[in-house]
């Protein structure tokens, strides 16, 4: 059942491939997006949407931050992105033209299933993107993109995160047509990058060597910290709860930025630290992040894009995946990354796909 892996968790992660193309398959066509077979929302009340809400828990909530990012950037709809146990108790401010947009790989989340029905109850349109067909989640939401990355049995997710990327891509390309807020050519490059991705993303896992001796070399450590910038940070979030939920090693993620303001006073000798530096339009700043913490003694794993000249002068190793559209590189930049809690877990001797106090579905508040 495990198809010749030791764990779900590493089936799985290495079925992203495969997850991500059946997310994209039947929604793409001739370099367009098209989603108006599954999602019943007119061309009229698309172009009404004055807000969305995003709102999920843990994994699917990283996802949906780097939905804010997506959807801003291509759609230009102001996007809040929520926990789900946060939104639902705190009046958020929800109009006729707010579509709610709640992201559950079971469908059964307590919370988010709580934030779908009150925000029904605003009178808000609900969007559902959900890993189970049939789900109280994808029952309940006006509208259901399902993600067809399969079952996922380990408690880390992974591929579900993959494949809500995919359909927070596609979401945004489809609206963006509609709105006509991108050139149909640029949204015809997205559509190709998209296409790549599987591709890219089996590069990423054929050769892991690396990663895995950074992950025996992090097994030993209590504390560890995730670096990065925009949609880095995004990723860096995703990572860092997946270290923590399966080695119980104790990790922050930081937008590098705030460094500074604070954790900079945490960095010691030989502390490791994550840095992702995918983003060419903010890797300067990156990269003199990198320097600060080297400075005070950080054992720093960069992450790269491919053919990368730089980082290697200022970190200890260097990890780089395919070049992509940097709205794209969370597909790619989060597999390592979920590597290095595997590898890590598996030296630490823990039960991968059974965390300590954690279950798969949270059915209950
Ligand atoms: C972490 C993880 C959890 C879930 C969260 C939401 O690896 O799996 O953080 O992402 O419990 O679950 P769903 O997506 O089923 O609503």
Known sequence: EKGGYDHFMLKEIYEQPKAIRDTMAGRV??????????????????????????VACGTAYHAGLVGKYVIEDLVRIP?????????????????PNTLVVVISQSGETADTLAALREAKKAGARVLAITNVVG??????????????????????????????????YLLGAYFARIRGTRA?????????????????????????????????EIARHED??????????????????????????????????????GTLALIEEGVPVISLATQEAIYDKMVSNIIEVKARGARVLGLALEGDQELHKSVDRVFTIPKTLPLLTPVLAVIPLQLIAYYACVSRGYDVDKPRNLAKSVTVE
């Open 135 to 168: 789900s109280s989640v994808a029952r309940e939401a006006d509208d259901v993109i399902i993600t067809w990355a399969g079952p996922e049995i380990a408690v880390a997710s992974t591929k579900a995160y993959t494949s809500q990327l995919i359909a927070i």
């Open 184 to 216: 149909e050519n640029e949204l015809a490059h997205i559509v190709t990058a998209l296409q790549q991705l599987p591709e890219k993303a089996d590069q990423v896992l054929s050769d892991t060597t690396s990663i895995q001796e950074f992950a025996q």
């Open 224 to 261: 560890l910290f995730f670096l990065g910038r925009g949609l880095d940070y995004a990723v860096a979030l995703e990572g860092s709860l997946k270290l923590k939920e399966i080695t119980y090693i104790h990790s922050e993620a930081y937008a590098a930025g705030e460094l500074k303001h």
């Open 79 to 95: 996007v809040e992105t929520d926990i789900a146990s946060e939104y639902r108790y705190r009046n958020p401010i929800i109009t």
């Open 29 to 54: 066509k001739d370099g367009q997006v098209d989603l108006s077979r599954e999602i019943g929302l007119s061309e009229d009340q698309i172009n009404k949407i004055e807000r969305i809400h995003i």
